[in-house]
């Protein structure tokens, strides 16, 4: 193995193990402070939205779903609707449910936020070694031709830019983990750049995309989809805040 620093090399080490039950599991490193390089003890990482099983008939389904649907290989217009209906889990009922959470935030499983924003403390996370900075990181994505469009995003009511300058995305949405846990927000984190959130009287439903306007400048909007513009302008004014200190 090549003169790397002993903490990287234990943890190839251990992901190579052949044993499955002795090689380290995707929440371990996740936690492995090689992985965490840089980032604050308890920053929740990003973790995909959970999959909501539906065993129940799906009758309703809006225009641009069924349109993306046959993009991706359901064009069968028989068969879909037998998939749709029937009372076992089917694959198109996977993905509706993904693009509706893409077009309606309401419709996601907000029962289980809490379980996704929770820090997953072990042996890992009392440790602390130096690796450096983990500097700005910025992701770009093709998209694929049956993603949802500009025109099926969910609606917004309003909407407002925070620039930042010279700080990483991931001091960044923290920042904005912060502001919804003062908010007493309940909230999803499914990507390094995006966080949805929803508040727990009304509710208001918002959310904060980052987005690189160049290496060292993120700008993140943050916007309000149904609710209290109240809401909206409190929590912007909180997050700003937290990134201008």
Not at 24 to 50: T, V, Y
Not at 81 to 108: R, Y
Not at 130 to 138: D, K, N, P, T, Y
Request: hydrophobic share 35%.
């Amino acid at each position: 193995m090549p003169d790397w620093p002993e903490e990287t090399k234990e943890l190839i080490r251990r992901m190579l193990r052949v044993d499955p039950n002795e090689r380290i599991s995707i929440a371990e490193i996740k936690q492995h402070p090689l992985f965490r390089n840089g980032l604050e003890d308890d920053h929740i990482l990003p973790r995909p939205l959970p999959m909501v099983e539906s065993f129940g008939p799906i009758q309703d389904v809006s225009e641009n779903v069924l349109n993306i649907l046959s993009r991706i290989g359901f064009d069968d217009a028989n068969e879909l609707n037998e998939m749709l209906l029937s009372k076992e889990n089917t694959l198109a009922k996977v993905f509706v449910g993904m693009l509706n959470s893409k077009i309606d935030l309401s419709s996601l499983p907000w029962g289980e936020s809490n379980k996704f924003r929770c820090f997953e403390e072990n042996s890992f996370s009392k440790i602390r070694y130096q690796f450096g900075s983990l500097g700005i990181m910025a992701s770009f994505v093709h998209r694929w031709e049956w993603d949802v469009d500009e025109q099926t995003q969910p609606l917004i009511e309003s909407t407002k830019e925070i620039l930042s300058t010279g700080l990483s995305i991931w001091w960044v949405m923290k920042r904005v983990q912060e502001s919804c846990d003062a908010s007493s927000f309940d909230w999803f984190h499914p990507d390094p750049q995006t966080v949805y959130c929803r508040s727990d009287d009304g509710p208001s439903y918002l959310s904060v995309f980052g987005r690189f306007e160049s290496q060292s400048v993120i700008v993140l909007n943050v916007s309000l989809h149904t609710g209290s513009v109240l809401i909206f302008d409190d929590f912007c004014s909180d997050l700003e805040e937290r990134i201008n200190c």
